[in-house]
């Protein structure tokens, strides 16, 4: 074993510090971006799953308003049908 000369040394702590310093901002930097996105994500579904439902129960309702002889004039369906699936 033969001791590593003190000047490799020095320049070796020296490489070590500076690459912790670097990439440990770096990969804190990164790890925050992928939290908020990931959080923003969840809650982008959310709000997403949200606005279908409120669409689905007002198309219902639609549907329940036009089957019982509500006073509503329109006469488009709620759903598409075969013919407008085809087209």
Do not use: W
């Not at 000047?7 to 510090?17: E, F, N, T, Y």
């Not at 949200?50 to 509500?70: F, P, T, W």
Request: net charge positive.
């Amino acid at each position: 074993y033969k001791p590593v000369p003190a000047d490799i040394r020095q320049h070796a702590r020296a490489l070590i510090k500076f690459y912790n310093g670097a990439f440990r901002d770096e990969v804190t930097t990164i790890a925050k971006d992928k939290a908020r996105s990931e959080v923003n994500r969840d809650l982008f579904s959310g709000k997403e799953q949200l606005i279908s439902q409120g669409r689905y129960k007002d198309v219902l309702e639609k549907d329940m308003n036009n089957g019982k002889g509500s006073s509503s004039t329109s006469t488009e369906p709620c759903f598409p049908t075969n013919n407008a699936l085809k087209s």
